[in-house]
Structure formats: structure tokens, C-alpha cells
């Protein structure tokens, strides 16, 4: 594997393991503060791994050349976690209406 693609790995698996302990010790801290507005919680696990798998190819697809706080890497960003949040949307949305018409049935 090509250097700095190796590091551009390693550095995305520390970052996200990091980024994950840090929300879960915040969330355990704040539990009662943030539990009682919230009916469920999405697991943190899967979205910092899918968050690794999109820094990984960003940065491959840029050879790792992009800075972090650059036009590209925001706008990179927002767009897929616009796209991302609009799906999670329609899939909720779907099945729920789904799931409501199969019960009544």
C-alpha cells in the first residue's frame, strides 16, 4: 500500500476510534439532559465508521492533497451528509407508512 494512502488509513481509524469515545463519554456524561428529549438515539458506531469511509475516499480521491478547512472539503461534506440525511429521511418516512399499513391490515 502506498504511504501516504497507509497513513491517510491509519489516521482515519484513530480519528474516528477517538471521535467515538469522546461522543460516548459526552452522551454518558449528559444522559439525563439528552435522553429525555430524545425518543431514540441512532448508534454512533455505524456513522463514525460510514464518517472513516468518507474521509478515506476523499482523501484518496484527492490523492491527499485537500485541506481540511478548504472550499472543496467543506462543500465534499456537506453535500454527502445532505444526500445522506435526505435518504435516511425518505427510508424513515417509507417504512413507517409501511409498517403503519401492514398493522392495520
Request: some cysteine.
Amino acid at each position: 500500500m502506498e504511504l501516504n494512502l497507509l497513513k491517510t488509513n491509519l489516521l482515519a481509524i484513530i480519528g474516528s476510534g477517538i471521535a467515538i469515545t469522546l461522543i460516548g463519554v459526552l452522551l454518558f456524561i449528559m444522559k439525563e439532559h439528552v435522553f429525555s428529549h430524545m425518543r431514540y438515539l441512532l448508534t454512533i458506531p455505524p456513522t463514525g465508521v460510514a464518517s472513516y469511509i468518507f474521509i478515506f475516499n476523499l482523501f484518496k480521491k484527492y490523492e491527499g492533497k485537500i485541506q481540511a478547512f478548504s472550499f472543496t472539503f467543506l462543500a465534499e461534506s456537506v453535500a454527502a451528509t445532505a444526500c445522506v440525511a435526505l435518504i435516511f429521511l425518505i427510508f424513515t418516512l417509507l417504512m413507517g407508512v409501511f409498517i403503519s399499513l401492514v398493522n392495520h391490515t
